[in-house]
């Protein structure tokens, strides 16, 4: 089951990607790649693909990766706090 991505979360990570988006994608594509390679490729393969704009479908994979590792981060300090 996926955490729950809550209003925080969200707008932290849009505050991030929205400084400089062209950046931010572009770092996520390596730390992704680092970190999934697998889901990196996915994510390329499908924006090469698709008759939409290669780099708005990567940057919205990479938004939804970046909202469910927080999310993830944030139940995982909660879980470890009530212990």
């Known amino acids: 089951m996926l955490p729950e991505i809550n209003v925080e ?7 991030e ?3 400089d988006i062209s950046a931010w ?3 996520m594509i390596h ?4 970190e999934n390679p697998e889901l990196n490729s996915a994510i ?4 090469n693909k698709t008759d939409l704009d ?3 479908v990567a940057t919205g994979a990479y938004m ?7 999310a993830n981060q944030a ?3 909660i879980v470890n706090f009530e212990e």
Do not use: C
């Open 9 to 15: 979360n969200y707008s932290k990570i849009l505050d």
């Open 17 to 19: 990607m929205l400084i």
């Open 25 to 27: 994608r572009k770092s």
């Open 31 to 34: 730390y992704v790649k680092d």
């Open 44 to 47: 390329i393969e499908l924006a």
């Open 54 to 56: 290669p780099k708005a």
């Open 64 to 70: 939804a990766y970046r909202l469910i590792e927080e």
């Open 75 to 77: 139940q995982a300090e």
